[in-house]
């Protein structure tokens, strides 16, 4: 699946809505987390790839948080841009999400959640609420 980026590429301006990276390879499970981030009043900034996501991270300053599946195409998985993105944006709200892996305390940065699948949109919603301190 190729990059999909919802929202401009530079990010905003004052009063726009918060922006949340969405890693996720599964085109259709990206779209219906997004569309619930949307209907939430979050705008969700999609990428297919650990890598890509870096890249985003580190150009974009109105993300305020992260939600990655751990299974992801290409060489780093969500666990690792889950420590990579805590190291460039300490503090950053993490969701894990996965259908397979385990939740590994060792692998995972301080704050970041993990979510089980199946799990539904809403679910993920509530604990990136939960982690941002609104739930």
Known sequence: MEDVIVGNETGGGVGERPVVLVVEDEALTIMDLSDVLDAAGFEALQSASAERAVSLLETRRDIVA??????????????????????????????????????????????????????????????????????
Do not use: N, Y
């Open 66 to 135: 992260l939600i990655t599946d751990v299974e992801l195409s290409g060489k780093t998985d969500g666990f690792d841009l889950a420590r990579t993105a805590a190291h460039l944006r300490p503090g950053l709200p993490t969701v894990i999400v996965s259908g397979r892996a385990q939740p590994d305390p060792a692998r995972m940065p301080p704050g970041a959640q993990f979510i089980a699948r199946p799990c539904r949109g809403d679910d993920i919603l509530d604990l990136l609420k939960t982690v941002m301190g609104e739930g």
